[in-house]
Nanobody, 117 residues
Framework: VQLQASGGGLVQAGGSLRLACAAS??????MAWFRQTPGKEREFVVR????????RYADGVKGRFTCSRDYAKNTVYLQMNSLKPEDMAVYYC?????????????WGKGTQVTVSS
């Protein structure tokens, strides 16, 4: 599966951005968003199961971020509202072909989210 992430940019604190991750070349069990800042480990943000739509958010983004999917476009979206400076990171989408796998199989190139205070 190939993943193409888009939608990052510069926004003021309190603002919103919507990220998109378009998948092609195969099917997958779930897709997740992670984020990473320099010097820190990659951090889980949200996971959505493609069939069924079950979603799990990291505690720090609950109530502010909303993950959704578009079957027709084979795309997962991450709507980010009330952005905080601590949300600033490179965001990556990833997909797994099976929920039995611990590691994600496919990764998109990151998209930078910059939040100014």
């Amino acid at each position: 599966v190939q993943l193409q992430a888009s939608g990052g940019g510069l926004v003021q604190a309190g603002g919103s951005l919507r990220l998109a991750c378009a998948a092609s070349g195969g099917t997958f069990y779930d897709m997740a968003w992670f984020r990473q800042t320099p010097g820190k480990e990659r951090e889980f943000v949200v996971r959505i199961i493609w069939s069924g739509g079950s979603i799990r958010y990291a505690d720090g983004v609950k109530g502010r971020f909303t993950c959704s999917r578009d079957y027709a476009k084979n795309t997962v979206y991450l709507q980010m509202n009330s952005l905080k400076p601590e949300d600033m990171a490179v965001y990556y989408c990833a997909a797994r072909i099976s929920g039995l796998r611990v590691q994600y199989d496919s990764w998109g190139k990151g998209t930078q989210v910059t939040v100014s205070s």
